[in-house]
């Protein structure tokens, strides 16, 4: 028997959608105003989804205490009022879409949980634009 706990976080983060390797015309053409050289800013949503077998000692999946303190040791104090292009390493050589994103935080967080779980991440970008990573 498995359940899936879940846990809401939030940061805020500029970011600007740029392949340094194309030109000004050819970025602006693909992304639009999402390209416009100085930066713009989303409220980024994130559910963190932990599915697990209940430990019949604790009768919990994952403690959410210990998870709350993980997405904001690792997620929200790395990614929270940052500029994603130029403070965030993840993002040196990646664009910084959402599906970039939801993959950096899947990743991060995939290392500090124990196997026997399983993670899926979703994003939101906009109340109406979200991503979602299983591994
Ligand atoms: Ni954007």
Redesign the pocket.
Known sequence: MKVTVHRKAHFNAA?R?CNKSWSDEKNIEVFGK?SSPNY?G?NYELVVSVTGTINQDTGMVIDLKILKDLIYEKIEKEFDHKNLNLDVSYFQDKIPTAENIVVVIWDILRKELSSHLELEVTLY?TPRNFVTYTG
Do not use: Q
Request: net charge negative.
């Open positions: 970011h959608l999402c713009h989303h970008e």
